[in-house]
Nanobody, 125 residues
Framework: QVHLVESGGGLVQAGGSLRPSCAPSRNIFSITTMGWYRQAPGKERELVAVVTDGGTSSARINYADSVKGRFTISRGNGKNTVYLQMNSLKLEDTAVYYC???????????????WGQGTQVTVYS
């Protein structure tokens, strides 16, 4: 069973930065998509940023309009870790942030979605 382990959330003043990370609990054969989502109280979970086929030259990155220019998603050198560099944080960025992989843990596995447990990001004024 694969688990995604997140870290790096926390409490930060508006205008500050955080860099949460997410890594699987064991090696994964193939990952096609790595992303970050967030859910604020009383709201639905929404996409923040996603990188597709990040290990190839055709990698595509997409951001929610609300975070463009402030957040950057990236993969670690080992390719199985994903980061979300969050700069110029705003009060409205406060939410639980979840990482998501679409992956096949072993070569004969079908691809499916895996989710992290969530990490709280709280921005205060």
């Amino acid at each position: 069973q694969v688990h995604l382990v997140e870290s790096g959330g926390g409490l930060v003043q508006a205008g500050g930065s955080l860099r949460p990370s997410c890594a699987p609990s064991r090696n994964i054969f193939s990952i096609t998509t790595m992303g970050w989502y967030r859910q604020a109280p009383g709201k639905e979970r929404e996409l923040v940023a996603v990188v597709t086929d990040g290990g190839t030259s055709s990698a595509r990155i997409n951001y929610a309009d609300s975070v463009k220019g402030r957040f950057t998603i990236s993969r670690g050198n080992g390719k199985n870790t994903v980061y979300l560099q969050m700069n110029s944080l705003k009060l409205e960025d406060t939410a639980v942030y979840y990482c998501n992989f679409r992956a096949a843990p072993r070569s004969l596995d079908v691809y499916r979605d895996y989710w992290g447990q969530g990490t709280q990001v709280t921005v205060y004024s």
